[in-house]
């Protein structure tokens, strides 16, 4: 009990070092990265913070993972570096023993990065393209803004209105001239105007008491009507299941209902976040061994190769799913079965105490060969002296 204590201790204190280090730079480069977007005008300004919020909470699952993966390589490191293992050791106790506590500290961080995974990184997602459309179809509105020529996003239409009301909804005196592919030119004058959606999210300005021209420009077969109502179409910013929506903003629900193979991949992520950090959490302990006469910067630079090409391999299978390449059933699980037999691997060579590799055989050897140039020392100096005289 007094070592389980001990080590929860020191692993709580070295979690929360490593997540406020690496929650510090993830908010650092989230920041600049929307400030660079709201400067581009992609985004609204006043909704900096809330992207910034959604963005952390979309990496946050990995955040988290390599914060306790850490924490459990320092730890263990922490413990070979200061012989503490050679003592655990030769008190008949086994690594084994180092489980349960490390699951103890963990389980809680893998619950809430499943949690993460499958409800709240796909409802922050879905918030962020809703307040991105919400700009976008905000900065439509904008185009036909009073005592402005504003040119629409396909660069085909230029609008100008004398005056708004009633919230910028409602305009009078409009201006439209729009373009298409064949080189035709129409004109639509009118005294009034109103901005409606229909239910699919599309955006139309209806006009009303007003004249259009229509024709090429150099030539004289200019086409001329008056209407009382006119509709057209200013943007279609409506989410469509699977192509506008991305299937990261997608529910774990409906990623479940709709069988496809970018639902399928999104789905192989989210359930592969939680597995990731349990295998990492136990590759920890074996992988934590370190010379004492070495320091720890090579065993940190190791965990962090294995942790980014880990990521990167689980990428790899979500891409190949994504394009039809494997099936879901196939790729989901032998990645993770190979990091598994890797771990289960390290530790049976770990509790191998007579191999010649074993820490405890490197740490007996070590403190041999310190105490043989010692005795060799010793005996050298009075044969030296005798010389001498």
């Not at 510090?24 to 985004?43: D, N, R």
């Not at 396909?154 to 100008?160: G, H, I, L, P």
């Not at 789905?267 to 959490?281: D, F, K, N, Q, T």
């Amino acid at each position: 009990m007094i070592f389980r204590r001990a080590l929860q201790r020191e692993l709580a204190s070295s979690a929360g070092a490593t997540f406020t280090v690496l929650f510090t730079i993830l908010v650092t480069w989230t920041l600049i990265k929307v400030l660079g977007t709201a400067a581009g005008g992609k985004v609204d300004p006043a909704d900096v913070l809330a992207l910034i919020g959604f963005a952390i909470l979309n990496y946050l699952p990995t955040i988290l993972t390599l914060t306790v993966f850490i924490s459990v390589l320092a730890a263990v490191t922490r413990s070979y570096r200061d012989s503490e293992m050679v003592v655990w050791f030769a008190s008949g106790m086994s690594l084994m023993r180092w489980i349960r506590p490390v699951l103890t500290f963990g389980l809680p961080i893998l619950v809430v990065v499943a949690t993460l995974s499958l409800l709240v990184t796909p409802w922050a997602a879905m918030k962020r393209v809703e307040f991105v459309e919400r700009f976008q179809k905000r900065e439509d509105l904008k185009r036909v803004a009073p005592g402005q020529f504003r040119e629409s996003s396909s660069a085909d239409r230029v609008f100008f209105v004398e005056r708004s009301t009633t919230g910028a909804t409602v305009v009078q005196n409009v201006f439209v001239n729009s373009q298409d592919k064949n080189g035709n030119t129409s004109i639509v004058v009118a005294k009034e105007g109103v901005i409606e959606a229909d239910a699919k999210g599309g955006q139309y300005l209806v006009l009303s008491t007003g004249r259009r021209y229509q024709g090429i420009p150099g030539q004289a077969d200019f086409q001329s009507m008056e209407f009382e109502r006119y509709k057209m179409r200013v943007a279609t910013k409506a989410p469509v299941l699977g192509t506008d929506t991305p299937s990261n903003a997608l529910p774990t629900s409906v990623l479940l209902q709709h069988d496809n193979q970018y639902t399928r991949a999104e789905l192989l992520a989210r359930i592969s976040a939680p597995i990731i950090c349990l295998v990492l959490m136990l590759l920890a302990i074996p992988l934590g061994f370190v010379n004492p006469r070495a320091g720890s910067s090579a065993n940190m630079i190791l965990a962090l190769l294995i942790f980014f090409t880990y990521l990167n391999l689980n990428k790899m299978m979500e891409n190949s799913v994504k394009r039809a390449k494997l099936e879901f059933e196939v790729a989901w699980w032998p990645l993770h079965l190979a990091a598994g037999l890797t771990v289960l691997g390290l530790f049976a060579w770990r509790l191998n105490v007579n191999h010649r590799w074993h820490p405890l055989a490197l740490l007996g050897a070590w403190k041999r060969r310190k105490l043989a140039s010692r005795g060799n020392g010793k005996a050298a100096a009075p044969l030296a002296k005798a010389e001498a005289e």
